[in-house]
């Protein structure tokens, strides 16, 4: 590990993260938008924009699309975020790729939400890694059934590239939120959705009780459906309020993702 993510070690990053986002909703905020959208070079003709301009960071990072932005691609899976393929392949011997010489477990990613005699060599995977210039919003790959969502304790490590490199199951040791869903013809598929350093927060669409980066929260909660939330592919799942790594696998008969290393995505673009 490098001298700079050592010394991240040391930082209290959950509480930094609630910090970070008490100052992102605050109004003093505001005065540092334009700095912002110069620096990311983030595209606001494509925004809704308030009259006015946004009165907040959190808004300016959660800004929804103008209308028929991001069209739907007709494929069996499209992408759920705006970003880059960070990885992508397919689940082998259990593993799914970080970085390079840096595998990670799909169970310990999954946890509670991969089910005991899940056939692992069936699945394919991809990573999407959402920097800061990127729409922060989520939207559903497919047409979905939501069965679970499972959230998951942990640290916040960055997900930009140095800790991705540097950092051993990053995805693992993050807050995330694992949803675990099917497809309208049953075919598994599992978002997970990580969290990161100033990203404390994740939220999603469908569960509004669902809040990320609570210091009361040590063991992993579950959300379980006895009737599963119906979502149509593109609708809203989520977002993420900074940007951070989606993590999506899914039943190999869907098909397999097969972009070049950091090729850029966006919602509604064939995943598969």
């Known amino acids: ?13 959950n509480t930094v993260s609630r910090i970070a986002g008490h100052f992102s909703r605050s109004q003093v905020s505001r005065a540092v938008i334009p700095w912002f959208v110069k620096k990311y070079a983030i595209d606001l003709d494509e925004a809704q924009v308030p009259e006015g301009g946004f009165d907040t960071l959190h808004d300016l ?24 393929v960070a990885r992508c392949g397919v689940v082998d011997d259990g593993l799914l790729v970080q970085a390079k010489g840096k595998d990670y477990s799909m169970s310990e990613l999954l946890g509670e939400a991969c089910a005991r005699g899940e056939d692992q060599a069936k699945y394919a995977y991809a990573t999407i890694y959402l920097a800061p210039t990127d729409y922060h919003r989520l939207h ?39 949803l ?17 350093t100033i990203v404390g927060g994740i939220r999603l669409a469908f569960e509004p009780s669902y809040g990320s980066n609570l210091p009361s929260r040590s063991t992993t909660e579950r959300y379980v459906y ?47």
């Not at 679970?148 to 997900?159: D, E, I, K, N, R």
């Not at 951070?244 to 972009?259: K, P, Q, Y």
């Open 180 to 196: 675990r869903c099917r497809t309208a013809d049953g075919y598994r598929v599992w978002v997970v959705l990580v969290g990161a």
């Open 1 to 13: 590990m490098s001298l700079g993510l050592t010394a991240l070690g040391l930082v209290p990053k």
């Open 61 to 84: 990072f959660t800004r929804p699309l103008k209308a028929g932005r991001r069209p739907t691609a007709d494929v069996q899976l499209v992408s759920p975020a705006d970003g880059k």
């Open 226 to 272: 006895e009737q599963p939330i119906e979502l149509k592919a593109g609708d809203p799942l989520g977002h993420f309020e900074f940007g951070s790594t989606a993590v999506m696998i899914w039943d190999r008969e869907l098909g397999c993702a097969d972009h070049e290393l950091n090729a850029p995505i966006r919602v509604g673009e064939a995943l598969v």
């Open 140 to 178: 559903s790959p497919a047409d979905l059934l939501v069965e679970s969502v499972y959230a998951v304790p942990g640290t916040l490590w960055p997900v930009n590239p140095m800790s991705v490199n540097g950092v051993d199951r990053l995805f693992c040791i993050n807050e995330r939120a694992t």
